[in-house]
């Protein structure tokens, strides 16, 4: 089993939909959860960050870690075309730049036809 | 600041050549790490550093793979001798105990 599971899509959805994009994972030792937004051809850039369990908003972006059933999710409202892009989560036992480096996911390619 | 600069933007080699890709982090930065993407595997780590020190270089995937990080403004990464399942994007991202990373552009080598 993978230590990190996510779909790879495409996922297509039209603008002003409500987009849900998800991660699971098996080391229960993660405890810090982040989000990365990566446009074609250009590198990852940190879309949300949080720790443990709970929920995370950030204008039209909510980020929510479950970790009794090791998932979290990532949901967009009002969608719009400039979203299209591959989203990655990520996953670490320390914090920020700490002893583990980032357990990524292979990522989810999501496109807003407008 | 002009985040973390990746050279050359691309790179196309022959088999068997020495390939050197080369890493600016962001000013202040402690801590600086080596990725590398493909469609099949993702973004895997090869090696990070803390203050210029290797850390962990458990990622790095053969003999053939070596980094540096001679200060605290610039990093590279070898490869020697290059083969064809080297080619990928490698990512540099620098980290001042930050809640996240920042990446650079990345290089896109391809061996031929």
Redesign the interface.
Known sequence: QKEVEQDPGPLSVPEGAIVSLNCTYSNSAFQ?F?W?RQYS??????LM?TYSSGNKEDGRFTAQVDKSSKYISLFIRDSQPSDSATY?CAMSVY?????????????THLIIQP | DAGVIQSPRHEVTEMGQEVTLRCKPISGHDYLFWYRQTMMRGLELLIYFNNNVPIDDSGMPEDRFSAKMPNASFSTLKIQPSEPRDSAVYFCASSFQAHGYTFGSGTRLTVV
């Open positions: 810090y982040m990365y051809r250009k590198g990852p850039e940190l960050y990655l914090s920020g730049g700490g002893a583990d480096g980032l357990t990524f996911g292979k990522g």
